[in-house]
């Protein structure tokens, strides 16, 4: 049974960290990555790793501020977020695919298996 479960979200001020973490289990994964939804939105691409490569992928809205990494062993991955915004407000989804394809990456149909979301409040 595939399951994949985040963690580590909360309310923070603008400027503030925060750290995501996730961990899949019940099949082997070639990419992980994490999306954001706010209401009314679609959900939207923040990053992505490929295992074997150890290629990185971010949305532009967030390089430079977001980290992600992860055990590729352990099929856990983490978002280090620093410099917070508050248009960073969303709940954030951890998502796992068995198939990786560069062009695809940002797609959410190209992850298989997604968490339940943790929410990301930051104020202003």
């Known amino acids: 049974q595939v399951q994949v479960a985040e963690s580590g979200g909360g309310l923070v001020q603008a400027g503030g960290s925060l750290r995501l973490s996730c961990a899949a289990s019940g099949r082997t994964f070639a990419i992980m990555g994490w999306f954001r939804q706010v209401p009314g939105k679609e959900r939207e691409f923040v990053a992505a790793?490929?295992?074997?490569?150890?290629?990185?992928y971010y949305a532009d809205s967030v390089k430079g501020r977001f980290t992600i990494s992860g055990d590729n062993a352990k099929n856990t991955v983490y978002l280090q977020m620093n410099s917070l915004k508050p248009e960073d407000t969303a709940v954030y989804y951890c998502?796992?695919?068995?198939?990786?394809?560069?062009?695809?990456?940002?797609?959410?149909?190209?992850?298989?298996?997604w968490g339940q979301g943790t929410q990301v409040t930051v104020s202003s």
């Open positions: 998502a796992a695919g068995v198939y990786y394809n560069y062009r695809s990456v940002y797609t959410p149909g190209t992850y298989g298996a």
């Open positions: 790793i490929n295992w074997s490569s150890g290629t990185t």
